[in-house]
């Protein structure tokens, strides 16, 4: 795991969109893997300023996103799929039909995870996966677990995850309850991780999924054993594991 420390959250967002920006020009019809959150915010922020200057061109790079929340429609303002058109999508040029995201709306849980590993397959797997890291450790919305989950399924939401979404939400009732993800096995068959974190919050478990054991308990511990993680982090998210 390749390790780059960042003073602050901006720095963390510069340099990730930075890695970004070069998978695209080695590869202009790359497959990005995407994720949502507030941690990639600034590195989307970064992307749109490259390509309004002219640097960055999205006309052939296809998407995929790590997960949504079961129950939600698209122009639910809190489903990722809204999320990813105001904060990246529809401020540059790539195409809306290269862009991929669970079905929300689509109550048949079995029938969309299946639809969507097909879609990534078609796609010919993730060139770079963005990842941020949850408190618990989850990523996409892979929770702890007595086992890693190989392909994308329906998840129930932790206590924790739905309390650290509440934020996003009017009332703690309308958090959904139940999420469409990318299981462990389909993010780690991605060719390249980028996994970004910041924050004093996330210095604990950061220090757990870089240095403790690796446990279906912090899922994102497995990245461990990927090839080619590099991990952008801020100081603060990086204070446990340098005392
Ligand atoms: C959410 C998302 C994850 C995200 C994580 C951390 O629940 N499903 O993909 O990485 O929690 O969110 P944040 O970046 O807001 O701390």
Known sequence: MRIYRTADYQEMSRT?????????????????????????????EELIRLHRAGHLDFSDVRSANLDEYRGLTRDHDQSYYYFMQKNLFEHVNIKPENTHIPDGSCPDAEAEC??????????????????????????GFNEPADAFAKATHCVDLTASTIKANRRFFEREEDVPRQAYTMGIGTIMRAAKILLLVSGADKSDILREVVAGPVTPQVPASILQFHPDVTLIADEAALSRLHS
């Open 16 to 44: 990730a969109a930075m890695i970004l920006a070069a998978q695209i020009q080695i590869k202009p019809d790359c497959v990005l893997g995407l994720a949502t959150g507030s941690t990639p915010v600034g590195m989307y």
């Open 114 to 139: 299946a639809r969507y590993e097909a879609v990534l397959a078609q796609l010919g797997g993730v060139d770079l996966q963005v990842l941020g890291l949850g408190h618990n450790g989850h990523i």
